[in-house]
């Protein structure tokens, strides 16, 4: 099982509906389909206003998944940081999630 091991060309991005997300979708898409044997692990991350709401809202996408959820609040607490390492059976169902998230949950950025 390979494991994603290339840095996402943007350092982060606010999960909104625009055109420069289709592209950086696209070229994720590409990335993933090169570098890694699918099915396989990924590790998606999150940064969210600390709201239990917000976190908890993340963390219902990935229900019954077999992720491992872990969470951790930025310094002065202000913001929480979601990873979550789950199996994913393609690229496509790794992108399906960023978009669930991005839909579902206002003012998310992934990492």
Do not use: C, H
Request: hydrophobic share 35%; aromatic share 12%.
């Amino acid at each position: 099982m390979l494991f994603r091991k290339f840095a996402l060309p943007l350092k982060y991005f606010y999960m909104d509906n625009t055109p420069k997300q289709d592209e950086f979708y696209k070229k994720l898409k590409v990335q993933l389909s090169e570098s890694t044997i699918w099915p396989s692990e990924y590790l998606y991350k999150f940064i969210v206003i600390s709201e239990t709401s917000k976190i908890s809202q993340i963390e219902s996408i990935f229900d019954n998944t077999g992720a491992v959820i872990s969470t951790k609040e930025s310094k002065n607490g202000k913001y929480t940081s979601v990873s979550i390492n789950v199996i994913m059976k393609n690229p496509d169902a790794v992108i399906s999630k960023y978009i669930e998230v991005s839909n579902n949950v206002e003012g998310v950025i992934s990492l």
